[in-house]
């Protein structure tokens, strides 16, 4: 199966999903606890992280960014994973925080 692209240009399925792969660039992992817990800044090259957990709990992105249990921070059930999420390399930074049980948070960076 083939579909058209912006500029009419045919485009096979396959050409898609390569662009769409994920490059392993590195993993961080935090130990989550009651108190927010911040990541070190992606890799320069991350373009790409996603972000999986545990336990449930909640987090923020930014270049300094503090998690809690209030709007502005992102809930995430244990054992959950988000799709892959666009950061900018070099700066970007997570933040998390349990929601009720100590746990850890998986943040794959990829190109």
Do not use: H
């Not at 994920?22 to 935090?30: D, E, G, K, M, S």
């Not at 930014?62 to 994973?81: D, E, R």
């Not at 929601?99 to 850890?104: P, Q, W």
Request: charged share 10%; glycine share 6%.
């Amino acid at each position: 199966m083939s579909l058209v692209n912006d500029n009419n240009v045919l485009v096979s399925l396959a050409d898609i999903a390569a662009a769409q792969a994920l490059t392993l660039v590195t993993a961080q992992l935090l130990t989550v606890s009651t108190a927010s817990v911040q990541s070190a800044a992606c890799n320069a090259s991350t373009k790409r992280i996603v972000i999986s957990t545990t336990q449930d709990v909640w987090l923020n992105i930014g270049a300094n960014p503090t998690a809690a249990k209030s709007a502005g921070s992102i809930f995430l059930a244990g054992g959950a994973q988000t799709y892959p999420i666009n950061v900018t390399g070099g700066t970007t930074k997570v933040a998390a925080l349990r929601d009720a049980i100590d746990g850890y948070v998986t943040i794959t960076e990829s190109t």
